[in-house]
T-cell receptor
Framework: NAGVTQTPKFRILKIGQSMTLQCAQD?????MYWYRQDPGMGLKLIYY???????DKGEVPNGYNVSRSTTEDFPLRLELAAPSQTSVYFC???????????????FGEGSRLTVL | RKEVEQDPGPFNVPEGATVAFNCTYS??????FFWYRQDCRKEPKLLMS???SGNEDGRFTAQLNRASQYISLLIRDSKLSDSATYLC???????????FGAGTTVTVRA
């Protein structure tokens, strides 16, 4: 079972470049999320989606964009990369809303991004 | 005040020992609580949900104290494979978002 697949696993960007982190899930989950994890900090929600065609901002959306054209895919776009976007990015999906008490987030393996 | 606070540790314990640690949360309206496990340079994975009455899953016991707004995790008979960072996760009442603690690192030594 593939679960949640993220690509690329590693990437180095120069300041001002743009890129897209890909995320795909094969569990038919409606709910998908993008988080970033910085050293010593909890995961922060960047964007989330409750279904195809519906996206919304999380806690730290500035500098990012998302789209959700299909149930399976939820790409994250970084525009004009800045050193502050150096982080580990996790895509996740869930069958129930993240806060449901029987809910479970399934995470991808992460994408390590460095902006120099 | 952070929404979820955890002692970062590390907790260094010998195999077979019991280790316990807490997590405090600030939103008294939160209804759902979880412990996730994250191995070094890996993705988080759900360890267990935390229910009001407390719950056990094998060697792991989770407790919720609503009055004092903390949850706890106890690991009995620690194994080397229990070495990981344990993330406390709390639901933000009324929306789809979760608050993640920064994690408590546990290292079990032979």
């Amino acid at each position: 079972n593939a679960g949640v697949t993220q690509t690329p696993k590693f990437r180095i960007l120069k300041i001002g470049q743009s890129m897209t982190l890909q995320c795909a899930q094969d569990m038919n989950h409606n709910y998908m999320y993008w988080y970033r994890q910085d050293p010593g900090m909890g995961l922060k929600l960047i964007y989330y989606s409750v279904g195809a065609g519906i996206t919304d901002k999380g806690e730290v959306p500035n500098g990012y964009n998302v789209s959700r054209s299909t149930t399976e895919d939820f790409p994250l776009r970084l525009e004009l990369a800045a050193p502050s976007q150096t982080s580990v990015y996790f895509c996740a999906s869930s069958f129930l809303p993240a806060g449901a008490n029987t809910g479970e987030l399934f995470f991808g393996e992460g994408s390590r991004l460095t902006v120099l | 005040r952070k929404e979820v606070e955890q002692d970062p540790g590390p907790f260094n314990v010998p195999e077979g020992a019991t280790v316990a640690f807490n997590c405090t949360y600030s939103n008294s309206a939160s209804q759902s609580f979880f412990w996730y496990r994250q191995d070094c340079r890996k993705e988080p994975k759900l360890l267990m949900s935390v229910y009001s009455s407390g719950n056990e899953d094998g060697r792991f016991t989770a407790q919720l104290n609503r009055a004092s707004q903390y949850i706890s995790l106890l690991i009995r008979d620690s194994k080397l494979s229990d070495s990981a960072t344990y993330l406390c996760v709390v639901e933000k009442r009324g929306d789809y978002k979760l608050s993640f603690g920064a994690g408590t690192t546990v290292t079990v030594r032979a």
